[in-house]
């Protein structure tokens, strides 16, 4: 299988390393599929506003919206061979100064939203008994950076 034929998927392309991610696989000529929460306010067509990938809607945090997004790109093109989770944000400052909600909300972001994407592409590349999974994480899981203390808790 050449680099034409394998379709990717990187969760989180609207920006960051997700979207410098989709450039890169999309100029070594991947089919490549990004992904934001907020694809309905981009246009999605290739080409469009620094995006020569397509970019389709799936927030993380909407069990639905995983489900739909995987099943349309399965759908569509039969197979799904790599996906790049890198959807999640850093929540700057001081343990004191940030709320419970705000570190739920990073939390449901980082953590249960890699899980989602996990579950939901796991079963199909056990169908397709081929396919990588590449979890985009922080360096702050190994080494301690100022005010970013809700990630090291």
Do not use: W
């Not at 099943?71 to 400052?93: F, H, K, Q, T, W």
């Amino acid at each position: 299988m050449n680099q034409n034929d394998r379709v990717v998927l990187v969760v989180g392309a609207s920006s960051g390393i997700g979207y410098y991610s989709a450039i890169h696989l999309h100029r070594l000529g991947y089919r490549v599929f990004g992904t934001s929460r907020q694809a309905n306010r981009i246009t999605a067509d290739p080409g469009s506003q620094g995006y020569p990938f397509r970019l389709i809607q799936l927030d993380i945090n909407d069990n639905d919206s995983v489900s739909s997004a995987f099943d349309s790109i399965v759908e569509e093109e039969s197979r799904l061979d790599v996906v790049v989770n890198s959807a999640g944000y850093g929540l700057a400052g001081a343990v004191e100064d940030t709320s419970v909600e705000e570190a739920k909300q990073q939390f449901e972001t980082n953590f249960f939203g890699v899980l989602r994407v996990c579950r939901a592409v796991l079963p199909i590349m056990r169908r397709q008994r081929y396919g990588y999974l590449v979890n985009v994480g922080s360096i702050a899981g190994v080494l301690g950076i100022p005010f970013q203390s809700i990630e090291h808790v």
